[in-house]
């Protein structure tokens, strides 16, 4: 029962542009998410988050976006750079003790 | 060391055989975690501890996993009698005290390959 999914195992995108990467959770209980970025035989590392009393959070190129009501997430990156080339994975605090994470959406982008 | 450190980086073992990997968590972090990412899935929640509660075990796949934090620091992952299913990178991130959804800080992982 995967209470976190990110249903597009892959994206492809041309540098310069804009890469939307999805994350759908089940649980309208959820109160905080966060994205975190991991690149090959590294551990992921922390990128952006958002609190559920907030709908959007930017951090520099990347920009976090929370649909409550239909339980959605979306991290935009404009613009895209061959440098955020990378495995992103979605997580949210379940109400659980630890962070329950989505399945990943590899991110290439295109020079 | 600044960040947190797994060894070994790499393990291949042949099935049956019992494994130990290790942890060394950032210094001051009174949690830590251990999740597993095997081929092509994501990363899966195993064990949590934080400083000397009971730690949560709801995430271990089955009893012939175990984990121990010694002295609130270092952990041990341990695997008895691996099959090949056990296959896949094991994850250790500690985190600084504070409330839930606090930022990981991950290791590099162990690959484990089980023959």
């Known amino acids: 029962d995967q209470q976190v999914k990110q249903n597009s195992p892959s994206l492809s995108v041309q540098e310069g542009r804009i890469s939307i990467l999805n994350c759908d959770y089940t649980?309208?209980?959820?109160?905080?998410f966060l994205w975190y970025k991991k690149y090959p035989a590294e551990g992921p590392t922390f990128l952006i988050s958002?609190?559920?009393?907030?709908d959007k959070n930017e951090d520099g190129r990347f920009t976090v976006f929370l649909n409550k009501s239909a339980k959605h997430l979306s991290l935009h990156i404009v613009p895209s750079q061959p440098g955020d080339s990378a495995v992103y994975f979605c997580?949210?605090?379940?109400?659980?003790?630890?962070?329950?994470f989505g399945s990943g959406t590899r991110l290439q982008v295109q020079p | 060391g600044a960040g947190v450190s797994q060894s070994p980086s790499n393990k291949v073992t042949e099935k049956g055989k019992d494994v130990e990997l290790r942890c060394d968590p950032i210094s001051g972090h009174t949690a830590l975690y251990w999740y597993r990412q095997s081929l092509g899935q994501g990363l899966e929640f195993l064990i949590y501890f934080q400083g000397n509660s009971a730690p949560d075990k709801s995430g271990l796949p089955s009893d012939r996993f175990s984990a121990e934090r010694t002295g609130g620091s270092v952990s041990t992952l341990t695997i008895q009698r691996t099959q090949q299913e056990d296959s896949a990178v094991y994850l250790c991130a500690s985190s600084p005290p504070g409330g839930v959804g606090e930022k990981l800080f991950f290791g590099s992982g162990t690959q484990l390959s089980v023959l």
């Open positions: 997580a949210s605090d379940t109400g659980r003790r630890a962070l329950t």
């Open positions: 958002i609190s559920s009393i907030k």
């Open positions: 649980n309208s209980m959820f109160d905080y």
